[in-house]
């Protein structure tokens, strides 16, 4: 069956770094976009970044220069890596697999911005 794995979410204080993987399994993992949303509590998801199957990239404005979004296929994994972590960053981290209409999503991770 579809399974999205996250891991990589954890309690980083302001201006540091996490790198969030999510391993895919059970579809064509290099046929599909990649994505990666947040939900912060009491906020609606938003999309924070995207990489094509061609491997064209595109981010939040909010993140934009902090984060980079990068695949692997041939492990079917992609990849967030955060830098210079803002308090506002805290979110649960969601991977989501895109093609046509069929969306696939893993559990989430917690990311915690605090000092």
């Known amino acids: 069956q579809v399974q999205l794995v996250e891991s990589g979410g954890g309690l980083v204080q302001p201006g540091g770094s996490l790198r969030l993987s999510c391993e895919a399994s059970g579809f064509t993992f290099s046929n599909y976009a990649m994505r990666w949303y947040r939900q912060a509590p009491g906020k609606e998801r938003e999309l924070v970044a995207h990489?094509?199957?061609?491997?064209?990239?595109s981010y939040a404005d909010s993140v934009k220069g902090r984060f980079t979004i990068s695949r692997d296929d041939a492990k079917n994994t992609v990849y967030l890596q955060m830098n210079s972590l803002k308090y506002e960053d805290t979110a649960v981290y969601y991977c989501?697999?895109?093609?046509?209409?069929?969306?696939?999503w893993g559990q989430g991770t917690q990311v915690t911005v605090s000092s």
């Open positions: 989501n697999g895109h093609y046509s209409s069929t969306d696939y």
């Open positions: 990489i094509s199957r061609y491997g064209s990239r």
